[in-house]
């Protein structure tokens, strides 16, 4: 059976787990918004020990852009190494998978005082995820789950074909040239 090195840094906490099959061999996280860079290697170092990684399951977002490029950029540079696979799912979905009611909205901070989030209907999310300020999605009646962060296990059993990073927001440096 595979053994799974997956990664999520779309919220403020870097997670990491060490998964085969359904069986999560070791996983823990760190908290802080702007500490993905120096938690996600120390993880991984401590995660990795012993164990022959297969593959890579990276949350590709929504996210704030630096610590979601922290993540996918490790995940990617750690599976060329390797010569082995990565796969990427929505960080949203992996969230959402925790949760109970039939109709319901996920959101995680996005910063600038707004929200990442998506819908979901019986487990299934509805649309694509999108950026707005939590005063808009409250607005659509339907009960909010904030503050969570992605459960692993659903992290890996999602993952998929995503190859790109879900960016919901145009970046803030901009070329010189492009500047109006």
Known sequence: MRITLAIDTSTSRTCVAVIKGSEILWSAHHDGAT????????????????????EV???????????????IAFAQSFALAREIDVRGVCSLDAIAAQVSEKDFIVTVDARRK????????????VG??????????????????????????????????????????????VATADRS
């Open 35 to 54: 500490e993905h860079g120096p938690a996600l290697p120390a993880l991984v170092q401590e995660g990795i020990k012993g164990f022959v990684i297969d």
């Open 57 to 71: 399951v990276v949350g590709m977002g929504p996210g704030p852009y630096t610590g979601l490029r922290i993540g």
């Open 114 to 125: 707004e929200v990442y989030w998506a819908r979901y209907k019986e487990g299934n999310r």
């Open 128 to 173: 694509e995820p999108a950026v707005n300020f939590p005063a808009d999605v409250q607005a659509q009646g339907v009960v909010i789950h904030a503050d969570l962060y992605p459960e692993m296990k659903v992290l890996v059993a999602l993952a998929g074909n995503i190859t790109e990073p879900i960016y919901l927001r145009r970046p803030d440096a």
